[in-house]
């Protein structure tokens, strides 16, 4: 096959990107991309903010209450008013607590709400790509943004958004507050607070650079532990144990490193920010015990400024934290709309037409394409299939057989001429009406972890037990399945990796016969299977081909000797066709290829 499948295999082999903090390029319109889905939920979003706001409010009461029970009721040595104003204390604590526990709880299930509707979005997207968008952009690049993307956002909107405006609200109205009560102290106050941004700001640089470099360390041990696991049999053949481990212990020291220096970073914003606070505390305490003996504040409203003071160090410290997970939010939605924004390649034209039956009449007629701009692999090729016929597509590797099935099949668009089935342009025919037409059977049989009895069914979704089955023992698959644990109930393993290739590729073709198409295409159909287990399931293969138009590619030669045309390929063009028979008496690029093969000579 011409794909370029080696570069997509080699991109997914990049290390993980699990946790890497990035910056959005443009913070703005991430966020606006993101408001529409939140908007949906005006209303909760408006409730979210009443009970932030109301939680705040009462955070701020209490300490101003204290500083009065201290000028009024201590001072004056009235109990019943100390009392009361304790009560009132209590009371405002506690309902702040119940707002922000309630406004923590609707942002969580809003957020996770909004969330399913973002993921649901870009998996259906991603459903309607085509083959091009997933040859270009790794599996792994893919699965990070529906997981890892998907993740950061969720733990800033659902976490750290009620955080944020509740830091921002309470640092606002600790300085408003101290402004009302005294303006001298509020003064002052404004000093030491831009150096407590300054050195907490100069702490979360530091931390943010070492959670990055750990997250990164991270991915690489998590890369060679996948790829530990899956390659865990060529290992123990190659007798590589030492090595593998050897790597790992490399790799999981340089995690050590750097969870160390990492963590020493965040250590380190504690007792910082605590040593920050009390110096505020001592200032405050300073100044304020200076004006208390000029008589110009009172102990209570030192008492209150102190206890601000210390309130406003948890939510500076808070946003310090919150910056890393808000960028890394707003990048991962950046990420996550550029797929979004991708539009797919093939699409359905406004007037596409819905096939119900076909006869099958196929026709290729000049045809050009190729997968990179360029470097074309199907060049000016002509052919035709009668409904009913089999064509056999020969030729060495890499010569377009299997491009020809993708063209076939709308996975990839052509770049010049046209293919038509019963003479409508596929380019004029709704997709999934011409899949529906289409039955395949790949040489790489894919098989999803499900019964043996759903991947059967696969090919056919409101098939009946008994129709399964039928389908299994016309591609002599019956006889195994029974065999199996559990029968046709057998759970498979992750792609099938319980069965052998032989027995996976019986399950593919059954699952084609299901389907019941009108046009076949058989890939190397038989190439897993022994020889003898071929004969049989060459016979069910010829009853499924009767009546139907079929394009078998085939290296086997042998295989293809009843096909109504052969059509061999070379270098993206069509050098031979006919019978066998008619191919083998010219002597021709078909007859070497036959020769050679029985020779037991490369093709």
């Known amino acids: 096959m011409n794909r370029p499948s080696d570069v997509r295999s080699s991109l997914q082999r990049r290390p993980s990107q699990l946790g890497r903090i990035e910056k959005a390029q443009n913070p703005t319109r991430a966020l606006m991309r993101l408001w529409p889905y939140l908007a949906e939920f005006r209303l909760r979003l408006i409730l979210v903010i009443v009970c932030v706001v109301l939680s705040t409010l009462l955070g701020l009461v209490g300490p101003y209450l204290m500083g009065v029970a201290i000028d009024r009721y201590i001072t004056g040595k009235d109990p ?35 969330l399913r509707n973002l993921r649901r979005d870009l998996f259906a997207h991603l459903q309607v790509q ?66 407590m941004f300054w050195f907490t700001q100069f702490v979360a640089r530091y931390t943010r650079k070492g959670f990055r470099d750990l997250q990164n360390s991270l991915g690489g041990l998590n890369s060679i532990a996948e790829e530990v696991i899956s390659g ?34 965040a250590l380190l914003l504690m007792p910082l920010t605590s040593v920050l606070g009390n110096f505020f505390v001592i200032v ?77 009449d196929v026709r290729l007629d000049h045809v050009n394409f190729g997968y990179v701009s360029g470097q ?13 016929q089999t064509i056999a597509l020969v030729g060495p590797t890499g010569a377009g057989k299997t491009t020809i099935i993708n063209l076939l099949n709308r996975f990839y668009e052509i770049q010049g001429g046209g293919i038509s089935i019963d003479g409508h342009d596929i380019r004029t025919i709704r997709k999934a009406d011409l899949r529906r037409h289409l039955g395949m059977v790949l040489q790489d049989t894919f098989l999803f972890s499900d019964t043996v009895m759903e991947n059967i069914r696969y090919g056919r979704l409101d098939a009946s037990d008994d129709e399964v089955i039928r389908a299994a023992e016309m591609a002599d698959a019956d006889h195994f399945i ?36 009108a046009i076949l295409i058989l890939d190397e159909a038989t190439s897993s299977v022994d020889t003898r287990t071929e004969a049989r399931i060459q016979k069910s293969l010829l009853r499924l081909m009767q009546g139907r138009t079929s394009f078998v590619i085939a290296h086997r030669l042998s295989t293809i000797r009843d096909a ?13 066709q006919g019978t066998q028979p008619e191919l083998l008496a010219k002597k021709g690029f078909y007859h070497h290829l036959y020769l050679s093969q029985f020779k037991g000579n490369a093709i």
């Not at 792994?140 to 976490?159: E, H, K, P």
């Not at 305490?285 to 009172?298: D, H, I």
């Not at 601000?308 to 991962?332: D, E, M, T, V, W």
């Open 80 to 114: 019943a008013g100390l009392l009361t104003t304790a009560l009132w204390m209590l009371a405002a604590y506690v309902l702040s607590n119940v707002f922000n526990a309630v406004s923590n709880w609707i942002m969580a299930r809003l957020s996770q709400l909004a």
């Open 130 to 195: 085509s083959m091009r968008f997933f040859d270009s952009n790794p599996a792994g690049n893919l699965m990070s943004r529906l997981t890892n993307d998907i993740d950061a956002i969720n733990q800033a909107v659902s976490q750290n958004i009620t955080s944020l405006i509740t830091s921002i609200l309470t640092m606002g109205g600790i300085i408003i507050t101290m402004f009302v009560l005294d303006y001298w102290l509020a003064l002052a106050s404004l000093l030491v607070i831009p150096i």
């Open 232 to 265: 865990e049999k060529v290992i123990k053949a190659f007798r590589r144990n030492e090595s593998v481990i050897a790597a790992f212990r490399k790799q999981n020291d340089a995690v050590f490193r750097a969870g160390v220096s990492a963590n020493s970073y």
């Open 284 to 360: 405050l305490a300073g100044l304020g015990g200076f004006l208390a003996l000029q008589g110009l504040v009172s102990v209570g409203t030192i008492a209150t400024f102190i206890n601000y003071a210390q309130n406003f160090i948890s939510p500076l410290r808070q946003i310090a934290n919150l910056y890393n997970s808000i960028q890394a939010a707003l990048a991962g939605a950046e990420r996550v709309f550029e797929i979004i924004d991708t539009p797919p390649e093939i699409q359905d034209a406004p007037d596409a037409v819905a096939l119900e039956t076909i006869r099958g």
């Open 376 to 388: 074309p692999v199907i060049k000016d090729m002509s052919l035709q299939a009668k409904a009913g």
């Open 482 to 517: 029974r065999q199996l644990p559990q029968g046709y109930q057998t759970q498979l393993s992750e792609r099938a990796s319980n069965l052998s290739q032989g027995q996976r590729q019986l399950l593919a073709i059954a699952r084609a016969i299901l389907a019941d198409p």
């Open 564 to 576: 109504d045309n052969v059509i061999v390929i070379n270098n993206g063009g069509i050098v031979e």
